[in-house]
């Protein structure tokens, strides 16, 4: 291309510099025989005619090289100093002050390298941005093992990075999905939407598939939509994300616009992300409700096994309490042991 570009500028330059050559000589001559016919002799009709021709060479070549080179140069070099000071305004080249030529080329160049700059470093910050969020969210979910923190954290940051209208996470249970974070619901959409079965409406879709959906318009007449009140709130867009921990589907983030949407591919690859990591925490958090249910029963039947060696007059061993899971209820204990009148006789 730079190639090109040099070949062509020199191309141009030799050829008007042989038109002004040409020319120039066509009116030296031009005037030397106007001078010779008034009667001046030598040296007066050099003296005349020779300045006269350097004027009219030089004259064209300045107003060439002004025009094609110095001018556009300078525009150049004043953008580029913009752009070393953090000016954004001189990044890219107005249209008027571009010429139609080899410098207009490479001064397009230039702009379409700056523009990929700048895109790129766009998109660097905004991939540090959402990474910064996907920590935040992350760390939520290692701080707390009870999901409701890791709910909202998400829904907040799932709207701060999209710029939806509305977010609502729901969890499944069985065949069931329950709504159990949002933000920007209105009062009647979410009593709408608070309990889907899989398969049923966008987010029960969703869940059964285990795939992204959108729309990007026209949600209203979705045939798949099926609350009323999501008809009639004025949605335009939706996007829907599975929840998923170890390859089951576990829950779905749903977002919304009153606006038509294109989802980018960066946008949906940030919701799978963030839906992996609040699945991993709805996951977690289930596995640590499950584990103090366990405790809680244990300790129960311990208590239970306690109050029956004491009963019985026997100290309580590390053996027993181990054991604790095959005492029957004390309840029932004393119960059998009242009809039988064994109690009875023995504090008699």
């Given at each position: 291309m730079a190639a090109i570009l040099r070949t062509r500028l020199q191309a141009k330059f030799l050829l008007w510099g042989v038109v002004f050559i040409i020319a120039g000589g066509v009116a030296g001559a031009v005037v030397h025989g106007i001078v010779m016919h008034a009667g001046w002799g030598f040296p007066?009709?050099?003296?005349?005619?020779?300045?006269?021709?350097?004027?009219?060479?030089?004259?064209?070549?300045?107003?060439?090289?002004?025009?094609?080179?110095?001018?556009?140069?300078?525009?150049?070099?004043?953008?580029?100093?913009?752009v070393a000071s953090g000016d954004e305004a001189g990044l890219l080249l107005t249209p008027e002050a571009v010429p139609d030529d080899e410098i207009g080329d490479i001064m397009r160049s230039r702009d379409e390298m700056l523009a990929r700059l700048r895109k790129a470093?766009?998109?660097?910050?905004?991939?540090?941005?959402?990474?910064?969020?996907?920590?935040?969210?992350?760390?939520?979910?290692?701080?707390?093992?009870?999901?409701d923190t890791v709910f909202d954290t998400a829904v907040q940051q799932a709207?701060?990075?999209?710029?939806?209208?509305?977010?609502?996470l729901f969890v499944r249970d069985d065949e069931v999905l329950t709504l159990v974070a949002h933000l920007g619901l209105a009062p009647e959409v979410e009593a709408a939407v608070r309990q889907h079965r899989v398969g049923e409406?966008?987010?029960?879709?969703?869940?059964?598939?285990?795939?992204v959906l959108t729309v990007e318009a026209a949600l209203a007449r979705d045939p798949r939509v099926q609350a009323e009140a999501i008809r009639q709130a004025g949605y335009e867009s939706f996007v829907g994300v599975p929840l998923r921990s170890q390859g089951r589907?576990?829950?779905?983030?749903?977002?919304?616009?009153?606006?038509a949407r294109?989802?980018?591919?960066?946008?949906?690859?940030?919701?799978?992300?963030?839906?992996?990591?609040?699945?991993?925490?709805?996951?977690?958090?289930?596995?640590?409700a499950e584990a103090q249910e366990r405790a809680r029963r244990l300790e129960e039947l311990h208590g239970a096994g306690r109050e029956l060696l004491s009963l019985l007059g026997q100290p309580l061993t590390e053996e027993d309490a181990s054991m604790g899971r095959w005492f029957p209820s004390v309840t029932s204990?004393?119960?059998?042991?009242?009809?039988?009148?064994?109690?009875?006789?023995?504090g008699a």
């Open positions: 007066w009709d050099y003296l005349v005619t020779i300045p006269i021709l350097i004027v009219f060479w030089l004259v064209p070549f300045w107003v060439a090289l002004n025009r094609w080179v110095l001018r556009p140069v300078e525009r150049i070099v004043e953008a580029n100093r913009k470093r766009q998109d660097a910050e905004q991939r540090a941005e959402r990474l910064a969020i996907l920590n935040t969210v992350s760390a939520a979910a290692s701080a707390s093992l009870h999901a709207l701060t990075v999209t710029q939806m209208d509305c977010a609502a409406d966008l987010p029960g879709l969703v869940a059964a598939t285990g795939e589907v576990i829950g779905v983030l749903a977002l919304g616009a009153c606006e294109t989802f980018a591919e960066a946008d949906l690859s940030f919701l799978q992300t963030l839906g992996d990591i609040v699945g991993t925490a709805v996951a977690n958090g289930r596995l640590y204990y004393r119960r059998s042991m009242g009809r039988s009148g064994w109690l009875t006789k023995k």
